[in-house]
Structures are given as C-alpha cells and as structure tokens.
C-alpha cells in the first residue's frame, strides 16, 4: 500500500522560508515520481515539481522555479520542499503524490499539510 504524509506546514510571516516534508516507503520512491502540488484558498491546485524516481534532477514549474528547491534524504524514504521568501499568495495545502511526471498522473496523495503566510 502506497502511503504519503507529508508535515512541516505552519504559520509563517512573509519573506521567512519552510521546509515541508513527504515521506513515504522506499519502494514508493523508487517506483513513483513524487510530485508537489499545492492549492490555495478558492484556487485550482497547481504543479510545483515532479521528482523522478532513482537519482534523476528534479523538475519545477516555469512560475514557481527559483524560490522552491526539492531535495532527498539519503535514506530515500522522505522528500523535501523548502519554500523561501514566502510570500501571501503562496498560503495553501500543500501535497505530495505517487505517479508520473511525463503524464501527470498521479494515483497516490497525501492528506496535505497547510501553510499560512501571514504579510
């Protein structure tokens, strides 16, 4: 069964930066790209990054590249997305999910973790 939790959601004042957290089962992340998606408050939910399974460079949204860096445990089981100058509009749930980044089908979700930007 394939599992994703992601944490490390919060209150945060704009311009601070957060480290969100997915962790998930080795043969998760070995057999699944893992995605970051995120939806705001009355907004459609928007693709942040895709991360191919094995040791393979990471792809990010045109929009969103630059203040948002994925990153990998060294035990494979939890993968990071650090957020920097946060600003109002990047409040939101934020997921991790299980598929494929090159159809964008993604079959297994977390729960999400929320994140408030305050100005």
């Known amino acids: 069964q394939v599992q994703l939790v992601e944490s490390g959601g919060g209150l945060v004042q704009a311009g601070g930066s957060l480290t969100l957290s997915c962790a998930a089962s080795?043969?998760?992340?070995?057999?699944?790209?893992i995605g970051w998606f995120r939806q705001g408050p009355g907004k459609e939910r928007e693709g942040i990054s895709c991360?191919?399974?094995?040791?393979?460079?990471?792809y990010y949204a045109g929009a969103l590249k630059g203040r948002f860096t994925v990153s990998r445990e060294s035990a494979k089981t939890t993968l990071y997305l650090r957020i920097n100058d946060l600003r109002p509009e990047d409040t939101a749930t934020y997921h991790c999910a299980a598929g494929d980044c090159a159809t964008e089908i993604y079959k297994f979700w977390g729960q999400g973790t929320p994140v408030t930007v305050s100005p």
């Open positions: 991360s191919p399974s094995g040791d393979r460079p990471t």
């Open positions: 080795t043969f998760t992340y070995n057999t699944y790209d």
